[in-house]
């Protein structure tokens, strides 16, 4: 069952992306999703000392058993870092400023940087392809991207039952969760074109 939910929540996610966020990215033709850190296996109260190895036994079949391509960053500028998976372009370090949505959406949509002035506010998904699940507090490769706080970080997507509310993803852990667009949390943004 949870292998079922697991790759549903991975179908809506990618059929979210191409319905509703910019999608240039995704046809470049070595679009890659890419592997989610993950390592460890889970029972249903605590971490196990070894993944199960035969499919028949309980608990196969968890993240950490699916390797997929590993996170791959090309420095394009000096603030800035190329996807090789996903084709997008981010902006290394946040400003370290704590925003509400809407000067979140103003300060991405306003920003130039390394020669661009087409900068946006990444949707959930584009978001959550940078978090490293292996790692935590903060669940990303602070190598590549330096001085990421272990905080929320403001996403483009809306929620679908509220209007004042949109998604964010938590870096302490990588989890992504609602909330209200009047709260204050950090922004990283993105652009699709290739560069």
């Not at 920003?111 to 790692?135: A, H, V």
């Not at 272990?150 to 949109?166: C, K, L, R």
Request: one cysteine or more; proline letters at 5%; a negative charge.
């Amino acid at each position: 069952m949870k292998n079922i939910i697991f790759y549903i929540t991975i179908y809506l996610g990618l059929l979210y992306i191409c319905c509703s966020s910019p999608i240039s990215f995704l046809f470049a033709e070595d679009f890659r999703l890419p592997d989610t850190g993950q390592t460890a296996c889970y029972d249903s109260e605590k971490q196990l000392q070894q993944c199960p190895i035969e499919e028949s036994a309980s608990f196969y079949g968890q993240d950490a058993h699916y390797v997929g391509p590993q996170p791959a960053y090309q420095e394009h500028s000096e603030q800035t870092l190329y996807d090789l998976n996903t084709k997008l372009l981010w902006v290394k370090s946040d400003d370290g400023i704590q925003k509400n949505w809407n000067d979140a959406v103003s300060y991405c949509n306003e920003l130039t940087q390394s020669g661009y002035s087409d900068w946006r506010l990444p949707s959930r998904f584009e978001l959550l392809s940078i978090t490293n699940y292996g790692k935590y507090a903060p669940a990303i490769n602070t190598s590549v991207f330096p001085h990421c706080f272990s905080e929320g970080y403001w996403t483009i997507t809306p929620s679908a039952i509220q209007s004042e509310y949109v998604w964010y993803v938590d870096f302490e852990s990588g989890k992504a969760e609602r909330i209200h667009k009047k709260n204050m949390y950090y922004v990283r943004c993105v652009r699709s074109a290739v560069p």
